[in-house]
């Protein structure tokens, strides 16, 4: 019998899930870790310990599935959430959550710096704080050491996802969501990161959900005890993969209720609405 595992990493938790060919659940597992909150509206969490309860989960959907019989990978996750590495690809901080309230001063920086209709015509998102630009604006006024150490920038299912493959990469949503992303010309808006000060490199290609990424590493499979050269996909938005999970359809909305609660209503193309974050479905052709 063939598998799916799916990995899902939450504010709170991750959790696992194994389908068979049929899409029947199989094997599930839960490991619980803290969302952090330093100072009044803050919202962090921690890279590593998101890697060590996949692991966890992974060997105890093991206990009911053999881990040989997983024939594909893929990670999802909140988003965008904001994981910054090193030279030696080491988190240099907690990441910061896509519900960090701490950055009205430079949402209103970026608004003197970008053309708003501009950027809502390019990007289909508000300014806001889920926004990836402000967060790393604040980045560089209050903590320059961590800044100018920047060499990578992944959300949270990218970095399970490298852990597990390898490879870097950015999933569409996240980087759709990253407000960064120029939804038509499918590329880097390059207004938004000259005006956040992002550079270029450090930010991974970016693939569609169903992308194989790369296969399990040899030394993932050691630690997880899945099969070396396992197929790894990209992945998916949390709430986007709700919404395709329950099969919604135009006109229907799904309302997902977890560390944040989402609600998502698909249509046949990107419909940016003022107030709204836009975002991509797995299935090709349709938004939500």
């Not at 038509?184 to 693939?207: K, M, N, S, T």
Request: aromatic residues 6%.
């Amino acid at each position: 019998m063939k598998v799916a595992l799916g990995l899902d990493i939450g504010t709170t938790a991750v959790k696992a899930i194994a389908l068979d060919e049929e899409g029947r659940v199989v094997a599930r597992a839960g490991a619980a870790h803290d969302l952090m909150t330093p100072h009044p509206g803050w919202a962090e969490g921690d890279p590593d310990a998101w890697w060590t309860n996949a692991v966890a989960c992974i060997r105890r959907v093991g206990q009911d599935v053999p881990l040989a019989e997983v024939a594909s990978v893929g990670v999802s996750g909140m988003v965008p959430a904001l994981v910054l590495l090193g030279v030696d690809n080491r988190p240099l901080r907690p990441s910061i959550q896509q519900n960090d309230g701490r950055t009205g001063e430079e949402i209103a920086a970026l608004r003197e710096r970008l053309d708003d209709e501009a950027f809502f015509a390019a990007t289909g998102q508000p300014f806001s704080q889920q926004l990836i630009g402000p967060k790393l604006l604040w980045l560089a006024r209050h903590e320059s050491a961590v800044a100018g150490a920047i060499r990578r920038v992944l959300g949270s299912y990218d970095y399970v996802t490298w852990r597990l493959a390898g490879e870097w990469s950015l999933e569409q949503n996240w980087a759709l969501e990253s407000g960064l992303w120029d939804v038509r010309r499918r590329d880097w808006y390059r207004p938004a990161l000259h005006a956040a000060g992002i550079d270029e490199d450090w930010l991974a290609p970016v693939r569609a959900p169903h992308e194989v990424v790369g296969g399990v590493t040899r030394g993932a499979a050691r630690e997880t005890g899945l099969s070396a050269g396992t197929p790894v996909v990209a992945g998916s938005a949390d709430h986007v993969a709700a919404a395709l999970a329950a099969q919604a359809a135009p006109g229907e909305v799904v309302l997902k209720i977890g560390g944040r609660e989402t609600s998502s209503s698909p249509s046949s193309g990107l419909r940016p609405i003022r107030g709204c974050t836009s975002t991509t479905t797995t299935c090709p052709g349709s938004s939500s």
